[in-house]
């Protein structure tokens, strides 16, 4: 809710003080704040759009321009509403700390290099002790919103090293205060960004890595073939008279099961052995088929997992559509040899951002898509 239960403080209750610097509105108490914020948040065109008809929000500026001591309305025209939260402007900051920061005069700046190069070096006086900190180059600031940084990019470093050194020296003074190009970066569980490796990624640092002998590896299934043809032919000239090397004695079947014979050994004889092994007739074990089903059915969990979570975000429908065209183009590379359900899943994710689709029946639609082969 954005509305201020209302108060019985009256709006003639609130003080105004007179100074050396001219006329101050001063609440006294937390009513005529309040009481304060109502009135202000119906101001209309002198406030900013995210600050009309929300009394909330203008107690806070209120409250924020009161520790300042400065005027509600000069805070307010100088916020922004960023990613969720109450952004202001690198003038007003600047202004902050020159005033509230508790320095012996104001902030010297020295600005050093060219173009991407520059650097500035602000220095103040805090408790007798002279403070300073050197920004880092302009071409290495990732942010940078606003534009004077292409205009006046000596003006706007300024500004960003004047915040820099208070976060420094005097925190106090800038807590809970930040920024357009800060707020920007925030990384909230709103804003977090998903780092988790995808799968295709998993499997690919998985088979980089040495493995031991498990499953199907064609280099051992040919060993363990050798062992088992040397095997036979060291068993062949070892039995006894009368016993054939196929396990049969005197008629009788040996209760020793018959080896495989070997391709070679059948070609050696003269004869075709249906039973003939070779490492070109061996298939992956069922282990392995089983394992390879889990991996297409993971990947297409996590695929219609993520395009549906991009047709429900908040993004505009023209954005979203966007974003879900070159998500499909991604995942094209991750399962090319499933792109009919990569198709299906694309469809039902537009017809989700389109309104056709409840995102619900779309999930259970996708869930019981992706488990047919």
């Known amino acids: 809710m954005n509305q201020i239960a209302p108060r019985e403080t009256s709006i003639n209750s609130v003080t105004v003080t007179s100074g050396a610097n001219g006329s101050s509105i001063a609440p006294q108490n937390l009513g005529e704040v309040v009481r304060f914020a109502e009135v202000m948040c119906k101001a209309d065109i002198a406030l900013p759009k995210h600050l009309r008809g929300n009394a909330g929000a203008c107690m806070a500026v209120a409250m924020q321009a009161l520790e300042w001591q400065m005027s509600p309305f000069a805070v307010a025209s100088k916020s922004y509403s960023v990613n969720g939260t109450i952004a202001y402007e690198a003038q007003l900051i600047a202004a902050v700390v020159n005033t509230r920061s508790g320095i012996k005069g104001r902030l010297k700046y020295r600005f050093e290099g060219t173009g991407a190069d520059m650097t500035c070096t602000v220095t103040g ?51 809970g205060v930040y920024d357009r190009d800060e707020a920007e970066q925030f990384q909230g569980p709103d804003n977090a960004k998903d780092v988790t490796p995808s799968l295709m990624q998993r499997l690919q640092q998985r088979q980089s890595e040495p493995q031991a002998n498990e499953g199907f590896n064609q280099d051992f299934v040919t060993r363990e073939t050798e062992t088992l043809a040397s095997t036979q032919e060291f068993t062949e000239q070892d039995t006894p008279a009368g016993q054939s090397s196929t396990g049969s004695v005197e008629g009788g079947e040996s209760p020793v099961s018959t080896l495989p014979q070997s391709a070679d050994d059948a070609a050696a004889e003269g004869g075709e052995n249906p039973g003939a092994v070779t490492t070109e007739q061996l298939e992956p074990p069922s282990e392995t088929l089983d394992y390879l089903d889990a991996v297409a059915m993971s990947l297409r969990e996590e695929c219609a997992a993520k395009l549906l979570e991009i047709a429900g975000s908040s993004h505009k429908p023209q954005d979203r559509r966007g974003i879900l065209e070159q998500a499909k183009n991604a995942w094209k590379s991750e399962m090319p040899n499933d792109l009919e359900f990569l198709k299906v899943a694309f469809e039902t994710a537009d017809g989700v951002i389109k309104g056709d689709i409840e995102p619900a029946k779309a999930k259970s639609y996708l869930d019981a898509r992706r488990m047919k082969p």
């Open 125 to 175: 006086v805090l408790d007798g002790e002279e403070c300073t900190y050197t920004s880092p180059p302009i071409g290495q600031i990732p942010v940078k919103n606003s534009p004077l940084w292409k205009s006046d990019p000596q003006q706007q470093l300024g500004y960003f090293s004047a915040r820099s050194w208070a976060r420094r020296h005097c925190p106090e003074v800038l807590l």
